[in-house]
């Protein structure tokens, strides 16, 4: 099936982990879809939904540690 997304391709897409999915189903927050053979999908309008239309934000933290003063010149600010 073309554009569909596993439980875990699901949580990815909208930011989330997969125990945090099953755990909004078990709560009747979401409700996936399901193959002839029982397990869970979820498709492009599923994760619109989800996002409301926007894309997820994603902040990256980074840490840096000199050993020494000496080294302090090598951290370089990214801004």
């Not at 979820?42 to 994603?58: C, N, Y």
């Not at 050993?67 to 600010?77: A, H, I």
Request: proline letters at 5%; charged letters at 25%; hydrophobic letters at 30%.
């Amino acid at each position: 099936m073309a554009n569909t997304h596993s439980i875990g391709e699901f949580a990815k897409r909208i930011g989330r982990s997969p125990s945090t999915v099953r755990l909004w189903e078990q709560e009747g927050k979401i409700t996936p879809k399901r193959l002839p053979s029982g397990h869970r999908y979820f498709d492009e309008s599923d994760v619109r939904a989800m996002l409301g239309g926007a894309p997820v934000r994603r902040v990256t933290v980074v840490y840096c540690e000199v050993s020494g003063s000496g080294q302090k010149n090598d951290l370089v600010s990214l801004g």
